[in-house]
Structure formats: C-alpha cells, structure tokens
C-alpha cells in the first residue's frame, strides 16, 4: 500500500470500520473537518486499545499543519482530555484563549528544540511520570528523568505530542499511526507528504480525512 503511493495511488480497504487488526485502512468519507475529528476521537475511545494499542505510547496521529480542527494544536488539546479521562479519570482544567492547556501526570509531550544543559534535543518524546507539589514535571525521556520548574523558560520548547506534524516526525516509526489527509490542508498536499506519513507506521496505517483530499495528495507531485 505504501508503494502504491508513490504510484499516485490509494488504495481501499473492504470497509473503514476500523476492526480488526490490519496493516491499512483507508476511511476517506468525511468532507467536514469536524467529522473527520470526531471519528479521530472515537478511533481513541473505543477501537484502538481494542486491536492491541497502547493509545499514548503506540499510537501516533499525524497532520500535516498545526491550525484548525484538523491541526496539532487543536487535536493535542482534544486528545489531552480524553485520555486524561478514559485512562485516569482525570479531568483537564478549563484553558483561557490563548493560553494552552498545562502538563498533566501522563501525558505525551515533545521536545522542539535543543537544549543541551538538559541533553534532550529537538524531536525528543517523553512521558510526564510525576508533577511534584511545587509544580515541578518529571518527565521520562528514553529512560533519563527530567526536572522542569514551575514557570521554568524550559517549558516553551516542550508541547503535547499526541498530534505531531508528519514533518516533524520523519525519521521515526510508530507501532500505529493515524494520518489526517483533508482536502481542509490541500495547500500543502504533496504526494511525499502522504508517503511520509504513511511510512511512519510499523504495524498499522489508518488513512483519515475526505476521499477528495486523499487523492489529491496522493497524485500531486512537489
């Protein structure tokens, strides 16, 4: 499937219930942006633990913008709260406009930029594992804890990662991944965008958004 993307081609599945272990599913029925969410939503509160995911450490979604409904802001904020609720019960605090939502014990988060008092450098994906009484995260990076303060400049270069942007994932690999293609981006469709994304997955692709958009990423060349 991923080789036939290079082709220019997308190729279905017999059906986009997304059921049932695979290696590609392509659900390509959603021409508003909110409905293609809404069953982005739905993939992590019911099915993907169900086929055998881990739904923090195993599954990745990737965008290929950071705006809108379909972008990583709003998605990481979305997805925040649902895992927050579905895995801990934990319910994530209301977030002023233009304030983003604060790191919670769990969560999913990403280094953009090199720090190397810290020695964790851009791309770099951890885990909160505590947030200590004074407000201070213990992150997990690939097994080296993480102190940040409370109000710590550090902070600005650390965001949610359960929404990545497929570029900033090359070079990676995830058991899952759930590739957002809508005709919403179609700005920034190229067909090495798909490709990138699709091959980020080791086990399992799931090929999300409009059947428009998908195949126009897919055909249109750099």
């Known amino acids: 499937n991923c080789t036939a993307v290079l082709k220019g081609e997308v190729r279905k599945t017999s059906e986009a219930s997304v059921s049932g272990c695979r290696d590609w599913y392509l659900v390509d029925q959603f021409t508003d942006p909110m409905a293609a969410r809404s069953f982005l939503l739905e993939l992590f509160q019911e099915r993907l633990d169900a086929l055998g995911f881990d739904i923090i450490k195993d599954v990745q979604v ?10 990583t802001k709003e998605l ?3 997805l925040q709260r ?9 319910e994530v605090p209301p977030v002023a406009m233009g304030r983003r939502a604060p790191f919670l014990k769990h969560d999913k988060v990403i280094q953009t930029r090199n720090n190397y008092d810290l020695n964790v450098m851009n791309g770099a994906i951890g885990y909160v594992v505590d947030v200590l009484a004074n407000g201070t995260l213990v992150i997990d990076f690939d097994g080296m804890p993480v102190e940040l303060e409370k109000g710590s400049p550090d902070l600005q270069d650390l965001q949610l990662a359960y929404a990545l942007t497929i570029h900033k994932t090359q070079g990676s690999e995830f058991p899952c991944a759930v590739v957002v293609v809508h ?8 067909r090495n965008l798909l490709y990138t994304g699709v091959t980020r997955a080791r086990r399992t ?18």
């Open 62 to 71: 990737l965008t290929p913008t950071h705006k809108g409904p379909l972008g």
């Open 76 to 78: 990481n904020e979305e």
């Open 82 to 90: 649902l895992i927050q609720r579905k895995l801990w019960n934990t």
């Open 183 to 190: 005709k919403a981006h179609s700005f920034m469709h190229h």
């Open 205 to 222: 692709a799931i090929v999300l958004g409009d059947h428009w958009g998908i195949q126009n990423c897919a055909k249109r060349c750099q």
